[in-house]
């Protein structure tokens, strides 16, 4: 069944007199790698809060395996499998990687409001956050509050938090950005590494991991949908050029 | 921060040495300190109140300056029990964490959004409230002259409130025991760690599929059930009820206690009372009049040279507590 696992239809978003998302009717079919392009300030973070509940569209719908989900906020649509990360890391400060890991993990288990059992007892309890951490080149950092981490092991974190949700769609909003070329690696082979039923939306600057990543682009202008299409297609498309790539030349 | 990064926390959930150290002292007081025995019971029920105030401040980041709302009620609905329906200590307890419960649970809908400005205000103003509403009500609370003829039976039916405390400290530091057994309990398992996350980043907590709006019902309802059991016991070991307890420098002299202890660790709440009580008494022999000059001073000091790197330096030289610092913001 190819059905499509995330679709908006005519999903809008007004701040004042501002247009962040004009009209844009998105659809992803399961397992579909589908970069999101566009200038900055074209609307794509928009679109990642509208999707996951963090904005409230001024008009239009949000369908996540055919049910609407517009109305619902924003825990639920992750307990649904609908995971983000941020392009501005958002950790726990306070926690360190093994006990925010642990708690990613206990809430997708829904066990999340235990109140006996505790959270981080002995190793065997967290052998999956650890492995994961591990996988991520985290393991060194296992027990260092977020608070103190670099930069490079934040954004690791980060990313890492999405994937211990087990998402069925995961939604990457600029993965990569300040992350260490040694650590790109890591990450964009983890994300090459996921199983082929989870959908993937990735924002990206970057234009050889679009290229690389994604199976489909869609491209953002001022909030709306100019064109949407095989790299390929992308590529050549003058449309795409003159306003993408023009713009990377001054940037 | 100033705290040792490197060096790694360790499990949390473990009991250290110097915990059952701190219990041992606090019993053994009963036994080498029996003069003290009534001070010592109000600083069981005062470091009840604290940890009560620490689940929703420093775990959830729920700050509240009318706490005294929740141990108010415990202390009138213990002493009215006791009046009018049976003197029975337990049964009393329960009706009045029962009622304080409720009030929690009702409240907490107005905690839930909003800055820290407008809770600071909402609290105090539901604390306000409950305070002129006993004041009103007078032909119940007793108003101003405070609720009088309370008795509190003997406690199990055995054992009676003697005039030195000593049965009511022993009752008390039970009841603190348990009730903090309980919340660490807690605060180590999914449910403490989601709090500290909505207390961290409410917005990645959601992210991550955490019921934030749900979960800070529940622990203010469980901190409303705490602060009540405190207001209850200290009904029941002086057989009385004023509106002293409903008063806003309960608020005050709570959150000033935690502070001083150190919030999110919830031993900071049993020694940042003890801490609280020695300073009030030794600076009020010292000054009666104006002792709240020099406590004012103290958190003057404290708040700008940060309590975080104090207590650190603190508990470095103790050797006890979180190797990690507390929050950042």
Do not use: C
């Not at chain 1, 060194?140 to 990313?159: F, S, T, V």
């Not at chain 2, 001070?39 to 940890?51: G, Q, W």
């Amino acid at each position: 069944m190819s059905a499509l696992v995330l679709a908006t239809h005519g999903l809008q978003k007004r701040f004042g007199g501002i247009a962040a998302t004009q009209n844009v009717s998105l659809a992803l079919a399961r397992g579909e790698r589908r970069a999101l392009i566009g200038p900055n300030g074209a609307g794509k973070t928009t679109l990642v809060n509208l999707l996951t509940g963090m904005l409230t569209p001024s008009s239009g719908t949000i369908e996540l395996d055919g049910d609407d989900i517009t109305p619902l906020p924003p825990h639920q649509r992750a307990r649904r499998g609908l995971v983000r990360t941020f392009q501005i890391t958002q950790l726990f400060d306070t926690l360190t990687p093994l006990e925010t890991i642990a708690l990613v993990i206990a809430e997708r288990d829904r066990v999340g409001s235990r109140l006996w059992r505790p959270l981080v007892a002995n190793a065997g309890d967290t052998d999956e956050a650890a492995q994961l951490l591990a996988t991520l080149h985290l393991g060194d950092a296992l027990r260092q509050r977020a608070a103190i981490l670099p930069y490079g092991k934040r954004r690791l974190l980060e990313i890492a938090i999405a994937l211990a949700a087990k998402p069925h769609v995961l939604l990457l909003d600029e993965p990569l950005a300040g992350v260490p070329a040694s650590e790109s690696r890591e990450i964009l082979d983890t994300l090459a590494a996921l199983p082929q039923d989870v959908t993937v939306l990735l924002i990206e600057h970057d234009m050889d991991v679009v290229f690389r990543f994604a199976t489909r682009i869609s491209v953002l202008v001022n909030g709306a949908l100019m064109v949407e299409g095989a790299p390929e297609e992308i590529a050549r498309d003058p449309q795409v050029r003159a306003v993408y790539l023009g713009e990377a030349r001054y940037a | 921060m100033e705290s040792l990064p490197t060096r790694k926390a360790i499990e949390p959930a473990r009991i250290r040495a110097w915990e059952i150290v701190v219990w041992l002292i606090a019993l053994a007081m009963w036994f080498v300190a029996p003069k003290y025995a009534p001070l010592l019971n109000e600083i069981a029920i005062l470091a009840l109140f604290a940890v009560s105030l620490d689940l929703i401040l420093g775990y959830s980041g729920i700050v509240s300056l009318g706490h005294a709302a929740f141990f108010g009620t415990g202390t009138y609905v213990a002493a009215l029990f006791a009046k009018h329906v049976i003197p029975d200590p337990i049964v009393g307890l329960l009706a009045a964490v029962a009622v304080s419960t409720l009030l929690g649970f009702l409240t907490s809908a107005l905690v839930l959004r909003g800055t820290d400005l407008t809770r600071l205000m909402v609290t105090l103003g539901v604390a306000l409230i409950l305070y002129e509403l006993a004041n009103r009500f007078d032909n119940i609370t007793g108003g101003a002259d405070g609720l009088q003829g309370v008795v509190t039976g003997p406690l199990f039916g055995t054992f009676a409130f003697d005039l030195g405390g000593r049965v009511a400290y022993l009752y008390s530091l039970t009841i603190l025991f348990v009730l903090f057994m309980l919340a660490r309990r807690i605060i180590n398992a999914p449910f403490g760690y989601g709090l500290r996350a909505i207390r961290d980043n409410p917005r990645r907590a959601a992210a991550i599929g955490i019921p934030v709006n749900r979960r800070l019902i529940a622990v203010y309802t469980l901190a409303a059930a705490y602060a009540g059991t405190a207001g209850a016991l200290l009904a029941q070991t002086t057989n009385f009820a004023s509106l002293d307890a409903l008063d806003f420098h309960r608020s005050a002299d709570v959150l000033l206690a935690l502070v001083l202890g150190g919030v999110g660790w919830l031993y900071g709440g049993i020694l940042g009372t003890v801490a609280f009580k020695l300073m009030h008494d030794f600076i009020s022999a010292l000054t009666p009049q104006y002792w709240q000059f020099w406590i004012g001073l103290v958190f003057v000091v404290l708040m700008v040279a940060g309590r975080d790197r104090l207590s650190a330096g603190m508990r470095r030289l103790l050797r006890i507590g979180p190797t990690r610092t507390g929050t950042e913001r």
